[in-house]
């Protein structure tokens, strides 16, 4: 079960950090992804990370402003949100991939989460 938490009203150039708490079962050989669904769009792939740490991956346009970090601990994975537009409303998505699976990072999810609403206001 994966559990995404954090998202909330913030003004433009805030930030927010987003969590997806991961229970009943190991990940430690998947990614786990974030990804984001604005009104009347389409889902996008936002970044990703393994479990160690060691290999991230980004969209375009999160690059610079968020952050993809675990807490294997916890079995937590966090997206950090900064200089918040209004374009990046949208509501936000943990998923998970198996490390093994061929194709790009931003396909091949098959274990999702609910989303958490992110709104950003201008």
């Known amino acids: 079960q994966l559990q995404a938490s954090g998202g909330g009203l913030v003004q433009a150039g805030g930030s927010l950090r987003l969590s997806c708490a991961a229970s009943?079962?190991?990940?430690?050989?998947?990614?786990m992804g974030w990804f984001r669904q604005a009104p009347g769009k389409e889902r996008e792939f936002v970044a990703c990370?393994?479990?160690?740490?060691?290999?991230?991956y980004y969209a375009d346009s999160a690059k610079g402003r968020f952050t993809i970090s675990t807490d294997a601990a916890k079995n937590t994975v966090y997206l950090h949100l900064n200089s918040l537009k209004p374009e990046d409303t949208a509501v936000y998505y943990c998923?998970?991939?198996?490390?093994?699976?061929?194709?790009?990072?931003?396909?091949?999810?098959?274990?999702w989460g609910q989303g958490t609403l992110v709104t950003v206001s201008s």
């Open positions: 998923a998970t991939r198996p490390i093994t699976r061929p194709g790009g990072m931003n396909i091949g999810y098959d274990y």
């Open positions: 990370i393994n479990w160690s740490g060691t290999s991230t």
């Open positions: 009943a079962r190991t990940f430690s050989n998947y990614f």
